[in-house]
């Protein structure tokens, strides 16, 4: 196990009245995958009705990618999506509607440049980026 001592995540806010509303930083967080407890919302399971996952392309502890079909005006489109993912203690990451986890899109012409630089990425699934990528550039 890789400690990243560098790097600081917010772990959330204590918001109750006799708390201050800065939000913790923990410098010493692993950075490195794990699967998410049954508090934690997986990425897969994250399918409002905007936006549903056709394929998880980046993982982590603290963030996610996703390549799924965006509920737009037209008709269904292919989007990327990205989310800051929850923890175990029931936060529900970032966005998130009414307490339940969502995406929010990326703009379609920065698609390539996302794509690409998600490759060899260590939390990356690498069939997936390319498929998506496929879709992309074709």
Do not use: C
Not at 107 to 132: K, M, V
């Amino acid at each position: 196990m890789t400690t990243n001592k560098t790097t600081e995540r917010m772990v959330g806010a204590d918001t109750s009245p006799t708390s201050s509303s800065t939000p913790q930083v923990d410098v010493d967080a692993p950075d490195l995958f794990v699967l998410p407890s049954h508090d934690m919302p997986n990425p897969t399971d994250v399918n409002p009705s905007n936006f549903r996952v056709q394929s998880v392309l980046y993982s982590s502890v603290e963030f996610s990618v996703a390549w799924g079909d965006w509920a737009a005006p037209e008709g269904r489109v292919r989007r990327l999506a990205m989310r800051w993912n929850g923890d175990d203690k029931g936060n529900a990451g970032y966005p998130k509607t009414f307490g339940h986890p969502v995406w929010f899109q990326i703009p379609p012409e920065l698609n390539l440049t996302f794509l690409r630089s998600l490759l060899g990425q260590e939390h990356g699934n690498a069939t997936a980026i390319i498929d998506a990528l496929r879709e992309v550039v074709v």
